[in-house]
């Protein structure tokens, strides 16, 4: 069975920091390009991140970068996000996704398999 499960969320005040991890299992990990996702309430998912299948690309939704870090060990079947210098605009429910890929993926409807995400709230 496929599965992604996030953990590390939680409550933090603004320019904290959180690290959210997301581990895998069901499928060859080193095949998959991994997202990381967010939703606030009443709005739609919006990109945070993205990393290759080897980890050596990476990208960033511009309100993010500089502040956030997507990272991955393949050993481990795991993807980090590091989030630094939060702000209260950061929370939502942060999802990772995962795509049979060796591109660099920004957009949720190319993902096929998702976590259950897990809550992150920035109070000011």
């Known amino acids: 069975e496929v599965q992604l499960v996030e953990s590390g969320g939680g409550l933090v005040q603004a320019g904290g920091s959180l690290r959210l991890s997301c581990a895998t299992s069901?499928?060859?990990?080193?095949?998959?390009?991994i997202g990381w996702f967010r939703q606030a309430p009443g709005k739609e998912r919006k990109f945070v991140a993205a990393?290759?299948?080897?980890?050596?690309?990476?990208y960033y939704a511009d309100s993010v970068k500089g502040r956030f870090t997507i990272s991955r060990d393949n050993a481990k079947n795991r993807v980090y996000l590091r989030m630094n210098s939060l702000k209260p605009g950061d929370t939502g429910v942060y999802y990772c996704?995962?795509?049979?890929?060796?591109?660099?993926?920004?957009?949720?409807?190319?993902?096929?398999?998702w976590g259950q995400g897990t809550q992150v709230t920035v109070s000011s």
């Open positions: 990393i290759s299948w080897t980890g050596g690309t990476t």
């Open positions: 069901g499928f060859t990990f080193d095949d998959y390009g």
């Open positions: 996704a995962g795509r049979r890929t060796t591109r660099v993926v920004t957009t949720p409807q190319e993902y096929d398999t």
